[in-house]
């Protein structure tokens, strides 16, 4: 079956440490997204990449950053920089960019990362 | 840019009751809309999508949107809700080549 996987699924962090979030896709999708979402406040954007070896910040990149090296694949690393890191975060990918009727987003099952 | 807002941050509705979770959106060029849901620490699920044409769209699990562009509205509705609707249900838009914006969602709570 098609979709998108996430790992880990719960994630546990010491101060100080960077983590790394899997997310992969066989749905042969140009575009992946990364959000982050608090309760009560929706999801917000970390970084997006509308091909592959091309990625852009979102409305909240400070402390992260992501890389697109092959199409089905693009993870997330959560740096040390990132003062509030506790969230769930959620991997999405689109057949195209955004402007054009597909850009119907598609989800993996999320990760919880926790600081401790 | 573009922007969703959705008035309701919860609604308790009991089973077999008719539901509407609102959204209102902004932007000053053509839009195409969505809801999605989400059960507890899982994704998001596409319900509908409006793109073109109609502005009544069915759904999955009996649920259905209505566009209204004079309103700039698009307005989630089930004629009767099961316990196994609780979740939080979240409406975006996507307009011009800007990003997917979405809501802060709405928790509907069906009891029975």
């Known amino acids: 079956d098609g979709g998108i996987t996430q790992s880990p699924k719960y994630l546990f962090r010491k101060e100080g440490q960077n983590v790394t979030l899997s997310c992969e896709q066989n749905?042969?999708?140009?575009?992946m997204y990364w959000y982050r979402q608090d309760p009560g406040q929706g999801l917000r954007l970390i970084y997006y990449?509308?091909?592959?070896?091309?990625?852009q910040k979102g409305d909240i990149a400070e402390g992260y950053s992501v890389s697109r090296e092959k199409k089905e694949s693009f993870p997330l690393t959560v740096t040390s920089a990132q003062k509030n890191p506790t969230a769930f975060y959620l991997c999405?990918?689109?057949?195209?960019?955004?402007?054009?009727?597909?850009?119907?987003?598609?989800f993996g099952q999320g990760t919880r990362l926790t600081v401790v | 840019a573009q922007s969703v807002t959705q008035l309701d941050s919860q609604v308790p509705v009991f089973e077999e009751a008719p539901v509407e979770l609102r959204c209102n959106y902004s932007?000053?060029?053509?839009?195409?809309l969505f809801w999605y849901v989400q059960y507890p620490n899982q994704g998001l699920q596409l319900l509908l999508k409006y793109l073109s044409g109609s502005t009544l769209v069915k759904g999955i699990n009996g649920f259905e949107a209505e566009f209204n562009k004079s309103q700039t509205s698009f307005h989630l509705r089930k004629p009767s809700v099961h316990i196994s609707d609780t979740a939080e249900y979240f409406c975006?838009?996507?307009?011009?080549?800007?990003?997917?914006?979405f809501g802060t969602g709405t928790r509907l709570l069906v009891s029975p």
């Open positions: 975006a838009v996507s307009a011009g080549f800007q990003k997917l914006v």
């Open positions: 999405a990918s689109s057949s195209e960019g955004w402007g054009g009727p597909n850009t119907e987003a598609f």
């Open positions: 749905l042969n999708h140009d575009a």
């Open positions: 932007s000053s060029v053509s839009v195409y």
């Open positions: 990449s509308q091909i592959v070896n091309d990625f």
